[in-house]
């Protein structure tokens, strides 16, 4: 019998939430005795965690598993496009196994068919926070699965179904276990967070001898226990979002929220099923500001929707003006397999897409320029990313990592700054994206 453990490749594509089952599946094959090396050659069998929200997404992930076959042949693929089997199967039918996100028992199934597992789970140590594929000084925290959600221009309701969440005491001591493994800031992900907990009717559970719903606010307020940052992304635009303001005035989580618009025309949110009372949005953002004036307001927009006229056009430039919003991320619409919105009469053309995105940005660049420079002469509490020569990289509360701008500490390496430590920055200068200062050194 070989000596040596059992070895899994393993390619993890997609969104935040493909990650945390990445980090599900790596922590499991780990515990099981299997050692994930970092080349095909090396590799028993290779896992490709697969995503298929758009289509270069589903390019993406077969040219992986494309890949994967030519180099290694036995494939396992996993995640979103393994909603689709007959796709897969026909571009590449020598796949071993196919399964969709979150199904982990498939996954280790189909990898202990090919690769037995060859060890005692009593004596191989994993840490108990799980493996994780973040820097260790953040990590992700997926408080759910799934959407109720019909927007009309997704499928992920098709591919991940409706929502599930994770009970409250359960989500709680994870993130507790990730601190307890180093862990400083805490990412909420979902499809939607706001929605935490409704299929559950809002179940109490027990937490540190106390009393939690799994609700979002309850979410947060348990979260705020634990003294790191938290940050709660993809939060769907529902009134009760004015739960957790007052929260994030009392630093229990983040000043910040991640809440997709999409659009600001009546007409066009309606085709899209989404909210559509664009005024109270207003003055919601007015009264959120009221309450935490540090609040981050980060938005992605869809511009070009099948049927967008350039008076509803101009409405959402109209939209960006008032809102003013921190961070912006914008797409032109582009119909995905499947979704409903492709059935909508008189699609905008290309050329008017790009032309609208163009002026998008244009618009809202100025916006988040202007914002950033109002930053300049304050101090910043900051969390250091990276050491890069005489740089310390590192973000404030208003930067999420991966998608928003970073702060760049001149004097970091001087300062003896270590990654995932945080510190006070005194900000001296902006540009677009990023903020530029210095730890102020007492004389
Ligand atoms: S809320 Fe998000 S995940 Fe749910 S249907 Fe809408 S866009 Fe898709």
């Known amino acids: 019998m070989s000596l040596q453990n059992p070895k899994v490749g393993f390619v993890s594509l997609g969104c935040p939430k493909a990650l945390v089952d990445s980090e599900r599946i790596l922590t499991q094959l780990k515990v099981e005795g299997y050692d994930i090396v970092p080349t095909y050659d090396d590799a028993d069998v290779v896992v490709v965690n697969t995503c298929g929200f758009i289509d270069s997404a589903v390019a993406e992930s077969l040219d992986a598993i494309g890949e994967a076959i030519a180099e290694n042949g ?25 399964s969709g996100p979150q199904d982990y028992s498939s996954v280790m199934s189909a990898v202990h068919e090919v690769l037995p597992p060859k060890h005692d789970p009593f004596i191989d ?28 221009f997704c499928i992920i309701p098709s591919m991940r179904g409706d929502l599930v969440s994770r009970p ?8 507790e276990r990730l ?26 559970r027990e937490w540190r001898g106390k009393a939690y719903q799994t609700r979002m606010k309850a979410l947060c307020e348990g979260l705020g226990e634990l003294g790191v940052w938290s ?11 004015d739960d957790v303001i007052p929260l994030m005035a009392e630093g229990k989580v983040l000043p910040y929220l991640d809440i997709p618009f999409q659009h600001a025309s009546p007409r066009i ?3 899209m099923k989404r909210p559509g009372a664009v005024d109270k949005t207003l003055e919601r953002i007015q ?74 940005m244009d618009r809202q660049s100025e916006i988040s320029e202007a914002k950033l420079a109002a930053k300049v002469g304050t101090i910043q509490r900051c969390l250091v990313d990276a050491i890069d020569g005489d740089l310390a990289i590192a973000r404030s509360m208003a930067d999420a990592p991966e998608i928003d701008g970073v702060v760049q ?6 300062a003896g700054l270590k990654v995932g430590e945080f510190v006070d920055v005194e900000i001296m200068g902006s540009d677009e994206h990023d903020l530029y200062g210095e730890v102020p050194f007492n004389d």
């Open 409 to 414: 500490i001149q004097n970091g390496f001087e």
């Open 287 to 360: 009264r959120w500001r009221s309450i935490a004036p540090d609040i981050t307001l980060r938005s992605t927009f869809i511009v070009g929707f099948p049927g967008e006229t350039e008076a509803e056009f101009e409405e959402l430039l109209d939209f960006l003006d008032e809102a003013q919003l921190d961070r912006v991320g914008a797409f032109a619409y582009s119909p995905v397999d499947g979704a409903a919105a492709n059935a909508l009469p008189d699609a905008v053309p290309e050329e008017v897409k790009q032309e609208r995105l163009a002026r998008f």
């Open 168 to 175: 409250v005491d359960d989500v709680l001591r994870e993130a």
């Open 231 to 241: 940050r709660l992304h993809y939060v769907y635009p529902y009134p009760h979002v």
């Open 125 to 152: 140590l994993v840490p108990d926070y799980g493996l994780k594929l973040t820097p260790k000084h953040y990590a992700y925290l997926k408080i759910s699965e799934g959407c109720n959600h019909r927007c009309s």
């Open 74 to 98: 036995k494939v396992i693929v996993t995640g979103c496009l393994g909603k689709r089997p007959e796709e897969i199967r026909a571009a590449h039918p020598g796949v071993l196994s196919i």
């Open 179 to 204: 601190v307890r493994g180093g862990v400083k800031e805490l990412l909420v992900v979902s499809q939607d967070t706001s929605a935490y907990g409704v299929d559950t009717k809002y179940a109490e």
């Open 269 to 271: 949110l309606k085709l």
